[in-house]
C-alpha cells in the first residue's frame, strides 16, 4: 500500500537572483528570498543598499535586469515575461499615506475595491472596526491624526486582500511613542489577514520587533538571512554586529592561533600566522569590578582575565549608564553599558571582564 506524501505548497512570494544596474552601478545585486503566507520578512540595511529598488521590483513599478519572481509558486515576472502591477494582488504601503484630500475614509479605503456598494460598505466596516476607527468612517482625512492616517492607508491596502504587502519605511513618519503602538497594531492585522508581508526598513529596532526573518542587506546584496534571534546573537562580520548595537573592538595578531589582549588570550583558529584579528564584543556584555588597592578579581573560564581600565566619561542614557574606558593595558578604549544610573567621575579605575561566549573573532578588515 503506498502511502501518499503531502506536497509541499510554494512560499506566497519568492525572489529569485533578481539584479538591477543603473548606467555603471549594480544597485540590487543577486538577490533571493521567499515569504510564507503570514510571515513578516524585513529587508532590513542602509539607506542606499538596494532595499527599495527590490520592492520597486516586486510591486512591478520597475523591471529587473535579470532573476524571476514568483507569487504562489506562479511566475509573475522575469525578462520576457510581465504581470502588470495592477493584477499581482500586491497591497503597498509607503511612508507618505497618501490618502485622498477630497474623498472621505470610507472612500479611500473602498478606493480599490471592485465589488457593489453594499459589499464596499461592509468590506470598509470590517476594516475600520479591525483597526480602531470605526468612528471615523465618514471623516474626512484631514480630521485623523498622523496616526490615524496610517491605520486609514493600511485599511486601504488591505481592502483588496493582497496576498502579499509590501511596506517601504511605513511608520516612519510617526513619533516615537506612538510608532511602537501602531507597529504592534499593523502586524497583529496583517497576521490575521495571512499576509505575506515585506518590510523595508533601516532601523534594526524595528526589524527585532516586527520580523519573523531578517535579510541584512548591504551594498545590494544580502550578507545574512535569518530569524531576529540568529542574526543578533551569530553575526556574519563586524559591519552586521555593528548594525544592531554599539561595539568594542578589540585587536590583535594570531600567534599559534592565540591572540593576546588585554584580557589574555583568546583562540583565534583558522586566521593565518601573523594575521591581524578583530575581537567584538557589545558594551552589555563588559562586566566592571571595583579596584582594590591594585586588585581585580580572579581569572574564570566564563569571563577571562581582568583588564584594569581608567574612566574618561560617564553618561546617563535613560535606562542605563554608558561609561567609556582607557585601557590601561594599551590606551585603547572600551565602552561598557551598566543597568541604572552609574556615574563613575573621570579617573576612577575599575577591572573590566568580558563574557567570552559574547566575543565574536573576525579577520580584520583591510583599510
Known amino acids: 500500500m503506498s502511502v501518499q506524501v503531502p506536497t509541499q505548497s510554494p512560499p ?25 503566507p503570514g510571515q513578516v520578512t524585513c529587508l532590513l540595511g542602509p539607506s542606499g543598499c538596494g532595499k527599495s529598488t527590490t520592492l520597486r521590483m516586486i510591486a512591478g513599478v520597475d523591471m529587473q535586469d535579470r532573476g524571476e519572481i514568483y507569487v504562489d509558486g506562479k511566475l509573475i515576472c522575469d525578462t ?81 486582500r493582497p496576498r502579499i504587502m509590501l511596506m517601504d519605511e511605513p511608520f516612519s513618519g510617526l513619533d516615537n511613542r506612538l510608532r511602537d503602538d501602531i507597529r504592534d497594531e499593523t502586524l497583529a492585522l496583517l497576521k490575521d489577514e495571512d499576509t505575506a508581508v515585506l518590510l523595508v526598513t533601516h532601523e534594526p529596532e524595528e526589524a527585532l520587533r516586527m520580523a519573523d526573518e531578517i535579510a541584512l542587506m548591504r551594498d545590494g546584496r544580502i550578507v545574512q538571512q535569518g530569524s ?47 594575521a591581524a584579528v578583530e575581537i567584538v564584543i557589545r558594551p552589555q556584555h563588559l562586566h566592571l569590578d571595583f579596584d582594590r588597592a591594585g586588585q581585580g578579581p580572579a581569572p574564570t573560564a566564563a569571563h577571562g582575565q581582568a583588564a584594569l581600565g581608567i574612566v574618561e566619561r560617564a553618561r546617563f542614557m535613560g535606562t542605563e549608564s554608558l561609561v567609556e574606558f582607557r585601557m590601561d593595558y594599551d590606551n585603547s578604549k572600551l565602552k561598557a553599558t551598566v543597568p541604572n544610573v552609574f556615574m563613575p567621575k573621570p579617573g576612577m579605575r575599575f577591572w573590566l571582564t568580558l563574557r567570552r561566549d559574547r566575543c565574536f573573532v573576525f579577520p580584520e578588515k583591510a583599510k
Open 80 to 160: 520576457v515575461y510581465r504581470v502588470p502591477p495592477e493584477r499581482r494582488k500586491i497591497g503597498l504601503m509607503f511612508q507618505d499615506f497618501a490618502l485622498f484630500p477630497h474623498m472621505s475614509v470610507a472612500d479611500n479605503v473602498a478606493f480599490g475595491l471592485k465589488d457593489s456598494a453594499p459589499k464596499k460598505r461592509l468590506r470598509v466596516e470590517e476594516l475600520m472596526e479591525k483597526v480602531g476607527l470605526s468612528w471615523a468612517i465618514d471623516q474626512a482625512p484631514h480630521h485623523l491624526s498622523g496616526g490615524e492616517q496610517q491605520r486609514v492607508a493600511l485599511a486601504r491596502a488591505l481592502a483588496p
Open 12 to 36: 506566497r512570494l519568492e525572489v529569485r537572483n533578481l539584479y538591477r544596474q543603473y548606467g555603471n552601478r549594480t544597485v540590487v545585486d543577486d538577490v533571493s528570498l521567499s515569504i510564507e
Open 228 to 274: 531576529p534571534y540568529n542574526i543578533y546573537n551569530a553575526p556574519v562580520d563586524r559591519e552586521a554586529m555593528a548594525f544592531f548595537s554599539d561595539i568594542n573592538i578589540i585587536r590583535g595578531t594570531s600567534n599559534g592561533a592565540l591572540t593576546d589582549t588585554p584580557f589574555g588570550q583568546f583562540l583565534t583558529p583558522g586566521c593565518a600566522e601573523g
